[in-house]
């Protein structure tokens, strides 16, 4: 039953991934716009920090990322190769099972003979049938240990599916939300060479009237340039992650991040993240390796001991001669007497093994609570200065407005002192942005560490 369910959860995991493409491409647009900037409303809206977590947008948001992900994870190659990995696993824990039981074969043979031989002395070619049945009477649990190596083989497949759904979740969201990122500090470029433009169309009329003041001109068109470089710079990072997500989620899927964030700016809580690394599945993996080889063990040291089997067969008496049939029952004692130490030195291999994939395990959970532990620092950093530089935005927008009135109004401010205003504006939005999607993209990791953000455990995180 279970591998039914497995091979049609692999039919439904291919066709999505093969019909999903062709649906998406029809229902999309073109896309030719992803090397654009961010809308403005949403530019402006995502500057209203407190204003982002709402109820709606954490509940919409938390949908956005699951349908994200389960693109990605029907998109995925790695995902359908390692599901049928496992699929290939379990029908060889099947298969070891199978041996346990009684093995019934059945061989139909006809002979003939000819030369100069009596009549009575030649085969005469009738045909003739054996059956046989053999059954392992004891062999001190090589099979049952042969089972339950196949089965944690099986384990351990099972876990880097997890592992494998994890990371292209993972993958999914961060490239995401890099690609929003990307595409506010775009918007930032372009609302800042804005202002230098009518800063510049407001200077070529000053100096009409007053040619001396060229030189503020040049400088401020030398501002322009440098502003325009940033763009293009910006906008080829931008086009770059629009690649990358097209090879996670398919092409022209890029509409799909909008509204991804506001379920990402509240850190989960370090300790529980902590307490879920022991179900992680790279710790799950090293377990799994540790019991295989642990049974390994008692497979190599079952192998080492007598087997006593039983045949039973019914068979002619003599082919090809005579029609008569006989049955037999045959009791089989096989026992290794030297190998040179072939097996003996396989069995301490694979307890020294055991033993290596327990110092793995050690390892594993020292560098996933080391990363754990800089990661959930970084981003409650990281969403903490994104608020303080929210505030840092309204005051230096205020004073701007003012130097700007003051510059065009009183000439109470130089044109150095409201270019440096401008230059202050665009960094504070551009250490604003940065902090406040590098924040979000370590909650996603802080989520997908503790499994919240893969399917199976997909929660709703509403406050």
Known sequence: ?????????????????????????????????????????????????????????????????????????????????????????????????????????ATVQSAMTEGDLPMASKNRGSPGATFQASYVVYDWGRLDANVRVRKEAENSLSARQNLVARQVALDAVTTCLELSKQRALLTANIDYVDKIKDLVRRLNRVVESDPGRAGELVQTKSRMLQADSSIETVRTKVTEIKYRLDRILGSNQSHQCDGLGPSLLNAPDRNDVLDSLKIHPQVRIVEADYRLNLNLVDQLAATRKPQASVIAAHAPVSLGFTQDYAQSVTLSVTAPLYDGNTLKSSERASLERANAALERKEETLRQLTDDVKQRHSQAVRNLARAEEYVSLLEINKKVRDDFFVQWVSLGRRSLFELLAIEAEQFSLDTGYFTTLYDGMIGVAFLRTTAGELTMDTFTTNTP
Do not use: C, H
Not at 10 to 33: E, G, M, R, V
Not at 51 to 80: C, D, F, H, M, W
């Open 1 to 105: 039953m279970k591998t039914f369910k497995r091979t049609a959860w692999l039919a439904a995991f291919i066709s999505t991934a093969l019909l999903s493409p062709l649906a998406t491409n029809a229902a999309s647009t073109d896309d030719k716009a992803d090397a654009a900037p961010m809308q403005m409303t949403d530019y402006l809206q995502l500057k209203r920090f407190k204003e982002i977590p709402s109820a709606g947008r954490i509940v919409e948001s938390n949908l956005r990322q699951k349908e994200i992900i389960i693109a990605a994870l029907n998109y995925s190659p790695t995902g359908r190769e390692v599901l049928a990995s496992l699929l290939a696993a379990g029908l060889d824990t099947t298969a070891a099972k199978g041996a346990k039981l009684p093995q019934v074969t």
